[in-house]
């Protein structure tokens, strides 16, 4: 409830919606995407997409018994609605005459740890996660096949089921995203299903991008500009990848897109769906920004949520101002398997400079530099403070990693507010981890 003196707002965390109030005279605005309708009969729509998306492929003319099948599907971190995805997917390649025998799955885990058995059965279904073959990437082992190498010099090496398999197919979700300006297309490849060595060089290519364009992050930016995409999207092609099936979701997760087919074709017009609702403008920087990291899943940790949460505010926040991010960290800092090494880096929180001579000489795994990096910009190129609303990470925690900690979003407003003293501007961004800010 507003009254004439505060304006009161509530930004999405986990399963919890946060309400808080900041003065009137405070605020800069409330900024959400711009709804979308959810598809009525979202399955019924996903049905005719797939099947279409079979037949344009080609796929539904090579789809015969014996041929063995490997889709690419997104991890625990992911909102993709895989559980929706599947059934129909494999129901319309039994159909064909695929057998699940000859249909294998894996979990594009990139460099996180494994999905564990009950992780799958949330992601996947109870019944597909029982009758078929599911695998987790490992992009540590030796699992993998060179298939070749991307025209930016990235070695395309895949997992040796999705190598190997005569039907190749990836499921995806598509929002912004710091390094490869959307997720979705072919990134349930790369980083979803291939090496450590083909995330380590593709990734290694983001911080010399960044120092090019002087800013903190790739948010909403496509190929040629984004040459991190367009490696993606390479290496995508370099592995026989005939079909991606992607979603557009809003803020409560419901479908209001989805595509199937040709991997860049569908990606562009899922960028194009999802774009139309997540451009914001704003036309004043603030002083203060709250900063909803927009999504449960993503809330696993402090890497995924937070940096999502900050990746697109270098144009809307004043140097030497203060973020606050509610994020539930349930991982703590990072879910990733090196996540003691990237724990120790973020309490050194090099700048940005010393984190691109790390990633290029291999001091510093570049899947962790690209995010550091954002955390960086902010902290060491801003001079921002960053607060993170948390019970999952204690003070002391987020104080080694050079943030601060509040226990409610309205403490964290209140100090942030005395900080700044009385004429401090706030912006909200309840979703910010999915919207694109534009000052004008």
């Not at 993998?144 to 090496?157: A, D, K, R, W, Y």
């Not at 984004?226 to 479908?255: C, P, S, Y």
């Not at 402090?302 to 991010?325: C, E, F």
């Amino acid at each position: 409830m507003s009254s004439d003196t505060n304006v009161s707002f509530k930004v999405p965390s986990g399963t919890k919606e946060l309400i808080a109030i900041v003065p009137v005279q405070n605020l800069i605005g409330i900024y959400n995407p711009m709804p979308l309708p959810p598809l009525d009969q979202p399955m019924v729509v996903m049905k005719k997409v797939i099947m279409d998306g079979l037949i344009k492929t080609g796929i539904a003319e090579i789809a015969t018994t014996g041929k063995k099948v490997a889709i690419g599907v997104t991890d625990r971190t992911r909102l993709t609605p895989n559980n929706e995805i599947l059934p129909i997917l494999l129901s319309e390649l039994h159909a064909l005459g695929i057998k699940d025998a000859n249909v294998t799955i894996i979990i594009g885990t990139g460099v996180h740890t494994p999905d564990s058995k009950e992780d799958i059965v949330k992601n996947l279904g109870a019944e597909i996660a029982d009758r078929i073959e599911v695998l987790n990437n490992r992009p540590f082992e030796k699992v993998h096949i060179e298939l070749g190498t991307t025209s930016f010099g990235t070695p395309v090496q895949i997992h040796h089921k999705f190598a190997d398999a005569d039907i190749k197919i990836v499921t995806g979700n598509i929002v912004p995203c710091l390094m490869a300006g959307w997720t979705g297309g072919g990134k349930t490849v790369l980083p979803g299903i291939v090496s450590k060595e083909t995330i380590y060089t593709n990734h290694k290519l983001f911080t010399d991008q960044l120092e090019k364009a002087g800013r903190g992050s790739m948010i909403g930016v496509l190929p040629p500009q984004n040459i991190v995409r367009a490696d993606i999207e390479e290496a995508a092609t370099v592995a026989g990848l005939q079909m991606v099936v992607n979603t557009v979701l809003d803020e409560e997760n419901q479908i209001v897109g989805i595509l199937a087919g040709e991997h860049i074709e569908v990606h562009r017009d899922g960028v194009a769906v999802s774009g139309r609702s997540l451009e914001v403008t704003i036309h004043e920087k603030a002083d203060i920004v709250v900063a909803g990291v927009g999504s449960a899943g993503f809330e696993i940790s402090l890497y995924q949520g937070a940096s999502r949460a900050i990746q697109a505010l270098d144009n809307i926040i004043k140097p030497g101002g203060t973020v606050i991010v509610p994020c539930e960290c349930r991982e703590g800092i990072y879910e990733g398997i090196l996540k003691q090494k990237y724990a120790d880096w973020m309490k050194q929180m090099p700048d940005p400079e010393e984190i691109r001579a790390l990633t290029r000489d291999d001091t510093m795994p570049p899947e962790e530099g690209v995010v550091l990096y954002t955390f960086s910009w902010l902290l060491h190129k801003l001079n921002c403070k960053m607060v993170v609303v948390t019970d999952g990470m204690t003070q002391e925690e987020l104080r080694d990693v050079h943030m601060g900690h509040a226990s409610t979003l309205q403490q964290a407003i209140d100090e942030a507010l005395k900080d700044h003293g009385p004429q401090a501007r706030v912006t909200v961004l309840p979703y910010a981890g999915k919207v694109i800010p534009k000052f004008e």
